[in-house]
């Protein structure tokens, strides 16, 4: 078990891939209060804590009688950044400030995993419900129950079992099975475009083509109509010229290629600071949306739903 902050704490368990689940599953978890944490770490000590990051101090305990391993995060008063951007309700509560804070926050915490970590870690799964809010709409990276380890020189890595959500897995890792910490920025810059858009690249329909949320962003920028993407919510809390910038960068790191997608320190330096000047994006990756078993016949896969925004498991056949 694995703690994570201070106050009241729920569990967050290593998600199953076996079909029958349903977000309604993870969002129905047990609440533990600060005395049964306190007893499971020893009162935080300091021989439990095993380091501080981005998200804060990071304890390992165990709790009576619990014999799977399991995250626990602080309480996080808002759920995921999933129910409140595609919510009609709730989205209208986000103007454009707390949008691009949570844009932030999270390239603030992925800059974390890849780079100030003391092993790089890849996510895998990054998407809008493994995205907490707390009080105050701060962002949490979740739901590491797919990330990878990598040591201080190791930059990639392939798999035979590519796992994570359609729609935000890069194109290398999906087809092929490689994945580094461009994977992670790919799909952070799916997860930026839905922010901004509130429509989901998994599922968009637009009655003019068959092109996914990245092709119809594409699409806009190449026709100088990037607020066309905006979500009418926030067209009157910010300047156009913000809105662009932070549709620029999703671009960019959604590109086809991981060699021109940028890394998580650039992608920070990009959004902080108006004088960086942005190259310009090339077309992005999985832009067509289309059933992925029809098209690439020459591997095999198992896909288990565990919510609209299908996990899946795919088994790569040799090459």
């Known amino acids: 078990m694995i703690v994570l902050g201070l106050g009241i704490w729920y569990l967050w368990r290593k998600r199953s891939l076996k079909g029958d689940q349903s977000e309604k599953d993870d969002l129905e978890l047990p609440i533990y209060d600060l005395v049964t944490i306190t007893n499971a770490t020893n ?47 709730k989205s209208k509560l986000l103007d454009w400030k707390n949008r691009f804070d949570i844009i932030l926050g999270i390239a603030r915490g992925l800059l974390y995993l890849h780079h100030d970590s003391r092993l790089r870690v890849i996510h895998r799964d990054l998407k809008t419900s493994n995205i907490l809010l707390n009080g105050e709409m701060v962002p949490k990276i979740s739901d590491f129950g797919m990330a990878k380890l990598f040591g201080e020189d190791q930059l990639e890595a392939s798999t035979k079992r590519v796992v994570g959500t359609y729609g935000y897995m890069s194109p290398e890792y999906a087809i092929d099975g490689h994945f580094s910490v461009k994977s992670d920025v790919f799909s952070y810059g799916v997860v930026v475009l839905e922010i901004i858009s509130g429509k989901k690249n998994r599922g968009f329909c637009h009655p003019d083509h068959e092109l996914n949320l990245l092709g119809h962003a594409w699409r806009l920028w ?58 310009n994006p090339q077309p992005p990756g999985f832009y067509i949306e289309r059933d992925p078993i029809k098209d690439h016949s020459s591997y095999s896969e198992k896909v288990s739903c565990l919510s609209n925004d299908a996990t899946m498991t795919i088994l790569l056949e040799g090459r």
């Open 43 to 89: 009162n935080f000590s300091k021989k439990d804590k095993l380091g501080e990051g981005g998200f804060g101090p990071v304890y390992k305990g165990k709790l009576e009688g619990g014999e799977e391993k399991m995250l626990v995060y602080e309480y996080m008063q808002n759920k995921c950044l999933h129910s409140f951007i595609f919510d009609e309700t």
């Open 222 to 279: 190449n026709e100088d109509k990037c607020m066309e993407l905006v979500e009418d919510s926030i067209h009157n809390s910010a300047s156009a010229q913000d809105i662009i910038r932070c549709i620029h960068v999703g671009l960019l790191c959604v590109q086809k290629s991981s060699e021109q997608r940028p890394t998580m320190s650039s992608v920070l330096m990009m959004l902080s600071s108006e004088t960086v000047v942005l190259p």
